[in-house]
């Protein structure tokens, strides 16, 4: 059983991660454009995530599962979870004997999550999967409850991202594990470079094509990137909002990287 949250988490003492960039650099991330982009997206979303990686987010889900497994019976959390695959991939990868709650703000994405879990075929043997709309900056759930609190491409998009890291971290049980898997930029300029002119030129114009969309969401990606702190700078947030035994291993060149950090016990 789940334990609901008992009150609202107070966000007022949080600041935001990119102080050093004035209010009109920063890319949009109120929660209503979030919300609208990839309300107008969600049906092209799965699609696109597999056209333009050419299928590697599904490897890098897979990577996320097999370096923070799930262990014993506790619940495993899935913030930002969008269409669902990180969750279902837990879900699988606990053989459906651990309850998962994948969890996100906007409800189109939500309904395609819930479309894929209607086709796995569940039996009443099964441990429950629930997709539940909510803020990840106000998780309606009580603290220290879940093994695992895993978030993918969703922390760079939370408004204020050290209160995403610091609810994650709340509703994670002492020793919980907390997986994150974001985008990063590769270390090798022989790499980095083409990458970015793909990131910045290409890829907006086939998202935009393919997913039309009044939020230019395949632009904000690029920007959102570019803007958001990874690799050791990630790390030393996560550690200043109180995570322990932080690591962080760049996957596919770096193109991503997966953050793994504990809850002190
Ligand atoms: C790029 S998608 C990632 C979806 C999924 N995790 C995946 O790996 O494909 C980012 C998701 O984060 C969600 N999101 C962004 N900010 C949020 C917030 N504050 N609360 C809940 N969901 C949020 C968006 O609605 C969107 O579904």
Same mark, same amino acid.
């Given at each position: ?8 988490? $107070? ?11 004035? @209010?009109?650099?920063?890319? $949009? ?16 979303? $799965? ?5 333009? *990686? ?19 019976? +506790? ?21 459906? =004997? ?5 969890? +996100? /703000?906007?409800? @189109? ?6 479309? =894929?879990?209607?086709?796995? =075929? ?12 909510? $803020?990840?900056?106000?998780? !309606? /759930? ?7 609190? *895993?978030?993918? /491409? ?22 919980? =594990? ?5 985008? *990063? ?43 958001? !702190? ?26 991503? *990287? ?8």
């Amino acid at each position: 059983m789940i334990a609901p949250a008992a009150e609202a988490s $107070d966000s007022t003492a949080i600041t935001r991660p990119s102080e050093a960039n004035s @209010p009109e650099e920063m890319v $949009d991330k109120s929660g209503s454009r979030i919300q609208q982009m990839f309300g107008e997206i969600a049906g092209r979303y $799965d699609l696109l995530n597999r056209l333009l *990686s050419g299928g590697v987010d599904v490897y890098w889900r897979w990577v996320t599962i097999n370096r923070c497994p799930p262990q014993g019976n +506790d619940p495993i959390l899935d913030t930002c979870t969008g269409t669902g695959d990180l969750a279902l991939a837990y879900w699988n990868k606990a053989n459906r =004997k651990v309850p998962v709650i994948g969890t +996100d /703000f906007t409800f @189109p994405m939500l309904a395609i999550a819930r479309q =894929k879990q209607l086709k796995q =075929k569940a039996n009443p043997t099964n441990a429950s999967l629930d997709f539940i709309e909510a $803020d990840s900056q106000q998780l !309606p /759930f009580a603290a220290n409850q879940f093994q695992i609190v *895993s978030v993918a /491409f969703g922390l760079r998009n939370i408004t204020n991202t050290q209160l995403g890291l610091t609810e994650m971290l709340r509703v994670a049980k002492p020793g919980g =594990k907390i997986a994150i898997l974001e985008f *990063s930029l590769p270390g090798l300029a022989l790499i980095r470079v083409p990458y970015v002119w793909y990131f910045k030129n290409v890829l907006p114009r086939i998202g935009q094509l393919l997913a039309r969309n009044r939020q230019m969401a395949y632009e904000y990606l690029p920007q959102s990137v570019s803007q958001f !702190p990874y690799g050791e700078e990630l790390c030393q947030i996560m550690r200043e909002c109180g995570y322990v035994d932080v690591t962080c291993t760049p996957l596919t060149f770096g193109i991503a *990287s997966l953050y793994i950090g504990s809850k002190p016990k």
